[in-house]
């Protein structure tokens, strides 16, 4: 009769560690505090405002050295933490470290909230994005109530706005992004 040996507790995963495994086209997760977490799909409403954002973004960034990206690229919040924004604004340079599997200068972060991933992402994903030095705004859009609250770094800290339909007016990068043009159907 076989019996169940007790292993011990898991080994936690680094970033570095976390960025080599190869889990395929079919499966996408994040490291968490050194724990791997699967990640779902989205919705056809967060794919349509992720690639709203994309668009507006691109077009208004060209010509300014910075470039949004999908959830494709990583960014590493720190030595156990990989995080896959569903828009990040990187300002890094190609042929930074890692700059093939992560973003290195990340300015604006956009998450696009679920019920399935609300809290994570405004508690400890929010908090590990702030952490970061190069970050100056946090966008996170409600897709249900087409409202967004924008997260902005001062001098004095940081600032949330309360959840409103709004324009994104992101002044550290002179750019605005229409409410209606995040919501787009068409």
Partial sequence: MATLLSLGEPRLLTAAEFLQIDF?????????NGVIRMMAGGSRDHARIQANMLI???TR??????RP??????????DASVRY??????????????ADR????????????????????????KA?????????????????????VISTRSETGWSDSLPARRDVDLSA???????????ARD
């Fill in 24 to 32: 395929g086209p079919d499966l996408k997760a994040e490291l968490d």
């Fill in 56 to 58: 507006a973004l691109g």
């Fill in 61 to 66: 960034l060209r010509g300014t050295g910075c």
């Fill in 69 to 78: 990206y999908g959830s494709d690229m990583a960014i590493l919040t720190h």
């Fill in 85 to 98: 924004p569903d828009v990040t604004v990187d300002c890094g340079q190609p042929g930074d470290s890692g």
């Fill in 102 to 125: 992560y973003l290195s200068a990340p300015r604006i972060i956009v998450e696009i909230l679920s019920p399935s991933t609300r809290t994570l992402d405004l508690g400890s994903k």
């Fill in 128 to 148: 590990e994005y702030q952490a970061l030095p190069s970050v100056e705004a946090i966008v996170f859009v409600d897709p249900d109530a087409e409202t967004l």
């Fill in 173 to 183: 990068m002179n750019l605005t992004i229409p409410h209606e043009e995040i919501f």
